[in-house]
Every structure is written in C-alpha cells, then in structure tokens.
C-alpha cells in the first residue's frame, strides 16, 4: 500500500517562499511520474508541476519561472519549491504519484498554502 505524507505549507506574505515536501512509503512498481497539484474552492484541481520518471519536468504557465519541482530519490520524496509567492497561488496543495502498468494516482493529504497580499 502506498502512502504519501505532505509538509511544508502554510502562511505567507506575496513575494515569499515556501517549499513543499512528499515521502512516499510502501512499495512501489515501475515509477511513471511524480508531480503537485493544487485546488481552490469551487474550482478543478489543476496541475502545477511534474517530473517523470526520467527527469523530465513540466510546469503550469503561471509557475514557470516562480516554482521548482525536485526529488530525492533515495527518499522516495519529491518537493515544490516556491519563491516569489502571489496571493493566487492560495490553495490547497496535493502531491501526486503515478505508477504501475495501470498508471494509478495516488494522493497526499493536501496542505494548505496561503499567500497574503
């Protein structure tokens, strides 16, 4: 079975940073991709960084630039770091795993990440 278990969000004002942390334990077969989404209320959640198995990265327009998606592979944990924080980055913050033959998700609990002006 595996699990993901998130730190690293909470408070802060616009222009700050706050890096986002995912350990993932259990085992798990054939890695596909590991990435970070984010929710608000009354909206999709929405992709905002990813990095596959291979290394590769893609980011949502709006973070290129501003967030940085990395990992430990050592660890089994993967992280979003943030800089330069702007109060439309407020959401809740979801890591996600793909693996398996199937490509199933597997979610983190979701952390909250506030960005006051």
């Known amino acids: 079975q595996v699990q993901l278990v998130e730190s690293g969000g909470g408070l802060v004002q616009a222009g700050g940073s706050l890096r986002l942390s995912c350990a993932a334990s259990?085992?798990?077969?054939?890695?596909?991709?590991m990435g970070w989404y984010r929710q608000v209320p009354g909206k999709q959640r929405e992709l905002v960084a990813s990095?596959?198995?291979?290394?590769?990265?893609d980011y949502e327009d709006s973070v290129k630039g501003r967030f940085t998606i990395s990992r430990d592979n050592a660890k089994n944990t993967w992280y979003l770091q943030m800089t330069s924080l702007k109060p439309e980055d407020t959401a809740v913050y979801y890591c996600n795993l793909n693996a398996g033959v199937g490509r199933r998700n597997y979610w983190g609990q979701g952390t909250q990440v506030t960005v006051s002006s």
């Open positions: 990095i596959t198995r291979d290394g590769s990265t």
């Open positions: 259990g085992t798990i077969f054939r890695l596909n991709a």
